[in-house]
């Protein structure tokens, strides 16, 4: 291979024809466009003129130039042009190719990969055996050096993770390194970390090591925090002199449920920084639904912060039953203690109950409301029974109204006695009454009882078997102070004293707080403590790839509560979101006190910055180039020569319809096709197929309804247009009458929008046939695959009762008397809608009397297709039977489907035969 | 058994028949569609002669007969009146159809050739003079004009017959009848003198009629550019230019001057000359034609 520069040329001795260029140059020029002989009658005015000026006979010098090129290119190409042709690879005996594999390298994994493929290539042209070691995906034991060949397939093995390589793993490769002396690539990702050093040490041991490293800044998110109402996400890089800009965006669903970027910010890091916060200020609205942030454009699972429940503060509906707030009494609201313990983890809004609900809060807390009215108390139970969480206060008014007295008011979790009571007051006997210590059911158990907490005043609930189950909290003298029930799926909790001070000293205590915190109420501190987790379970709902995309978790072992303390990611606790209760929480790819620094490799060792320049060949692109010449030549010869304007006209006809055929909008030719379809269909009778995707089932489909169609169109008035293949998902079924859909066992289920459209095209009348074309062996089991898939596509779908077809159905007389409807097969029966319970036999009548109506399917299997079907000669496609005999089974499958059609298009009116006898009667005859 | 022979030469004679009236009616069907166009009214020669038509009544004066007094007329007056009829007599057309290979020729697959329209153009007209009772005829002496449908097939089946040799033709006016009406449908594109010499030959045999040039719209424009050699249909004439572009305005003169020269001639013999376009809907070509034959009677 000759070699110039970063070009080398694979069959050099070739480029000699560049030497025969300006010879050529010479012969070109002297050749003259050959003249266009035309047909004229108009020459007889022509003979004796002269041309005024001689047109040179001689080719353009551009158009020389234009060939020359062209031929110069073509030289160029056939001599085997490379670009970063490879250099030859030093080294001998074994080699082993380490990656970090960590997410990281994730960005440029392509590359690497090429560098792998690049290095096995080499490896197996030199006989070299070649191991692989994953160091973030550790394998316990020596690495095995294995032919190159053996190798290949496992490169895949070597794909990044969301994880970064631990100490761990690295000191024991370093330990286990294999016997002997070989070399190493290291495919880094740039990012030092504990044991790098200690490994690279021991592999240069062992023999050279070259490193193989993307050259770009590795950027990263740390997980998400929430402080002074907004939310902060770092944003790491490898500290480096410049200043960079990102965009970090967070993403979420929008209340359609459909995922997008929900707000975007522009980080700033100055030179020299290695960190910097991305702040988003959001409405409440909008931060709960954020479910991720990410660094736009970089796809790597660093990139990504997940964001669990501890982003999310709860929206909590205060509702005040004391009207206007009398000025100045501020802290005599019934509301005032609950937005002091709410309002620093959970967004407040207020307003009236049928406002309040339409924003779905998470809980709804009124303070001494009595009364609610009736179209708000069913709102107001519809969103309990959907998982809200009512929290009543008692109070003055509460307790002086009827509400919950005799009966049980759903919006009180027990009935209450009239007037309540007070205690240690200065009217009443006793001393004000301190807590119980919370029972082992209740939610607040374990909370610390501080001594000061005293009721003074309460509501009393009315005895009842049930109340000692629903009581979650209850005064030393055993009445209960917080009562609790189940609604569907939510629940209704009532304190029974004021949300203020009034009635108790327990609003100014601390044990108040916490008791919110424990209802649920309080958002939760953003990394929970590891005491809060001792003895919990989480289980990976979804987790993250090396790429930054949430996959779903599959059957992983559950993650002890201590090990989610400290979430550092590794193989064992992969980056996603974990699920233990109803509590979600984000493991992030970066812990949160990560720091990016860049890996620093000693000056001894090859550091490959980038990619492997992988070799280029240029030999289609300059053939390509010559053959792009050698056209543009083409036309420009025609131009001069004149011969261009006879052709424009196809010639601009086939350039637009290319150009059309290019940037013509799909959805325009399908606007286009459902129209045309649509005027088609609807402009006569045709009779629909439904594609299955099988091409051959399709056509023979097709042919069974032109046969038929042409069947009908001889017998009958009906005469139909050729048939349509219908395409479910796209077409609009309501121009159809009649379908007939051929059961493969392979065909894929439509969605659930086209249910809803034949749902609609079965009511309004439509019919559609369905044909599992097995003769029907399995008698509607599930036995034979077409049948399995038959009862799989016709699960979704409006199908009244079926009954094997009565001998006296509509369908054996619509047209001809029929008794059997065989196909190709002649099969058992076919299945139709069972008939009304009550139809009775009339006196003198063969058949009973049913009710009107198409039936919306019929289902048999005997492929009825196959025995309509005609080629394009109208002879039949497929033989049925045998002999006369079998002439005979098709014609009685064609009758059938005269028939069906015949049933379709006119309903029942045969059966209105019945009647005959009365209509002749009332004549007088 | 059936010999062989009469079989083979029935069954040659019917594919011939059936070749041939497949041919004649599409030719035949146009002709009249295109006659259709043209309106029909009475067809009189504006003056008195033989004829069923009523013409005027006159005063009777010496000479006339006792039985051309028409009684009912004259019992309204004190004088005697005659009742004149207008004069009907059929006139004889013959026409020309250029059959020359120059015809052939259409600058684009959309429009016809020369031939066909100029074909279809002599049968409509010959349809239309027919129904209003002329004879009809052609120009060599084999079709002498005759009236009635079936000359029109007749007609049909001479202006079918496959084209000449010749790449320019040049009309004959050997077999016309003196006194008789002309068309002549060409391209005109030969030589000018050949048509002189028939039409004023025509002339002198009291023989008055119509020229239609019938030219291409590429004949008219020379859209031609480049190097080029351009050859007559037949491939006698050929001519070579470098630069076909420059020769369009020379050409277009020279065309100029060859239908000033035939309009010229026309006017000095009496005749009268069009130019039609194969590009131009034929209709407009046929009432012209029809005018002239009106005119000149």
Redesign the interface.
Known sequence: MLILGPIGFAAPWLLLGLVALPLLWILLRAVPPAPIRRRFPGVALLLGLTDAEQVTDRTPWWLLLLRMLAVAAAILGFAGPVLNPAAPTGGTGPLLIVADASWASARDWSRAEARIEAALDAAASDGRPVALVNLSMPEAGVPVFQSAGDAAPQVASLSPRAWEPSAEAMSALAAALPEGAFDTLWLSDGLDREGREALLDALQDRGSVTVQQSPRVIRALAPATYADGALLVPVLRVATATEAQADVAAMGLDPLGIPRELAREVVTLPAGEARAEAVFDLPPELRNRITRFEIVGESTAGAVSLAGDSLRRREIALIDGGGAAREGLELLAPTHYLQQALEPSADLIGGTLADILLADPDAIIMADVARVTETESDALLDWISEGGLLIRFAGPRLAASEEGRNIMDPLLPVRLRAGGRSVGGAMSWGEPKALQPFPEASPFHGLELPGDVTVRAQVMAEPDPQLTENTIAALEDGTPLVTARQSGQGQVILFHVTANAEWSSLPLSGLFVQMMERLALATRPAAPEAAELEGTTWVAERTLDAFGGLQEAGDLAGIPGARMAEPVPAVDLPPGIYASGDRRLAVNALAADRELMAASWPSGIAVEGGAARAELPLQGPLLALALALLLVDLIASLALAGRLSRMRRGASTAVVALALLLIAPQGLRAQETADTLALRASSEVVLGHVMTGDAQIDRVAAAGLKGLGEVLYRRTSVEPGAPMAVNLEADDLAVFSFLYWPVTADQPAPSPETYLKLNRFLRTGGMILFDTRDADVAGFGAASPAGRKLQALAAPLDIPPLEPIPEDHVLTRTFYLLQDFPGRYQGRGIWVEASAAGAEQAEGMPFRNLNDGVTPVVIGGNDWAAAWAVDDRGLPMFPVGRGFAGERQREIAYRFGVNLVMHVLTGNYKSDQVHVPALLERLGQ | MIPAAPLHASAGLRRRAEEMSHILPPLLAAARQLAATVQLGAHGRRRAGLGDEFWQYRAAHQGDEARAIDWRRSARADAHFVREREWQAAQSVHLWVDDAR??E?TGDDSRPVKADRARLLALALAVLLIRSGERVGLADPATPPRAGEVQLMRLAARLTAPAGEAD?GAPEGRAMQPHARAVFIS?F??DPVAVETALTEAADRGVTGALLQVLDPV?EA????????????GGM???????????RD??LE??AE?KDRLATLASRTGWQYSCHHTGDPAPGALLWLFHAMERLA
């Open positions: 120059s015809m020729f320019y391209d594109m030969g004949e020379f859209p031609y550019q480049g190097r080029t050699i351009f050859e007559s249909m004439l050929a001519h070579e230019t470098r630069k076909a572009g420059d020769l020379r050409y020279r065309l060859r």
